[in-house]
């Protein structure tokens, strides 16, 4: 029987919030989906012709009959797909003075602007932040750039391998007695959407009360070594450089991964407590009770001893009897899944992971939710768009009459696509 006094949802959070998204590629973009994902709406401004860099990082094409290396038609690029959903795509060159003139109008009508064009560019084409916020004082406007305003020499490009290098986290990521290693997402650029993201919605939250914006900068340099959190203590208190411990961890043992008989798992004992579940679960009493692994500092001094005994034990069995064991002993632990296989399980044990949308050029499409739930809160859902797919309905929106449309598309410097 269905409850006719059930309280109807609440609308998101960010609805009736408008963003102008000038951004590109990926730290940007993936700020603006959060945003989308809680409700607002977000404009993605592109360049006719190629779009967002990302719209060619390919392959994988979805929905192309070929995955090989020339773009096969209507497939959609994986990497675009990732972080575009939930938004409008208006396709206009910004040399063409009514198209300039529209986005300006745009940002000005907007209560969030995120861009990440090179220093100097936004203040040429009078989409800074002055600009912007001469005509809308409360505008919070977000700065994306690799090294920041400040950084020496100016205009320096930051792309994530070079921020994972000049970070310190590729020096501190690897086997111990190998070269330093790049994580194997862009992980600079997904620390800094967040950043970007938080800001973002401080700077609303405080717009909201006094009618004044602000302007955000969020860098990749500096997101990374934030995100770098325990290690860049460690060297501030040390002055010394953190090693690298490969699959293992520089202060906490056990807390790594582990052969067993036919795959690899993560045993993640964090405090003294679950390190005697985890001798009792593997039947090893003698190491509960061996004084030298008593405590998390005696565990570290005698690392060597005692991983060899815990990985001798646990290359006896394979590792589903162990994860069943250490699980129900509440012991820290997992499998070493690849993507795809995470993905199938996590959605298959109720962490609903993913959604499937219908994109209008490539069908079906299955997309990864954000990391977060508002329990009661519905979650907007629609699919990456294609190039320019809502050009005419947002220039209409802005003020600009349908033959100046006509005719800006007709020049090129406006893309609209036919629609499937």
Known sequence: MSDTHAEPAAPPPLAGVR??????????????????DMGAEVVKVEQPGRGDDTRAW???WAGAADAGT???????????????????????DLKDPEGLAAVQDLCASSDVVV????PGVVDRLGLGYADVSARNPAVVYCSVSGFGPEHEPAARPGFDIVVQAESGLMATT???????????VALTDVLTGLNAAVGVLGALMRARTTGRGEHISA???????????????????????????????????????FPTADADIVVAAGNDSLYLRLCAALDRPDLGGDPRYATNPGRVEHRGELVAELSRTLRSRPADHWMGVLVAAGVPAGRVRGVLDALRTADARGDDVLRTVEHPAVGPLELVRAGFRMDGT??????????????????????????????????????????P
């Open 219 to 257: 860098s990749l340099i500096n997101s990374t070594l934030s995100g770098l959190v325990n290690l860049t203590q460690q060297a501030l208190v040390t002055g010394t450089e953190p090693a690298r411990a490969g699959n293992a961890h520089t202060t906490i043992v056990p807390y790594q991964v």
């Open 378 to 419: 519905p979650t907007p859902l629609t699919a990456p768009p294609l190039l320019g797919q809502h050009s005419r309905e947002l220039l209409t929106e802005l003020g600009v009459d349908g033959a100046r449309v006509d005719a800006m598309i007709e020049r090129g410097a406006v893309h609209q696509p036919d629609l």
């Open 58 to 60: 390919g392959p994988p």
């Open 70 to 92: 020339e773009k096969p038609g209507p497939g959609e690029s994986a990497y675009f797909l990732s972080v575009n959903r939930n938004k409008r795509s208006l396709a206009v």
């Open 174 to 184: 690897g086997p111990a007695e190998g070269p330093a290693s790049k994580v194997g």
């Open 115 to 118: 861009q990440n064009f090179r």
């Open 19 to 36: 963003v102008a998204d000038l951004s590109r590629v990926l730290a940007g973009p993936y700020a603006t989906m959060l945003l989308a």
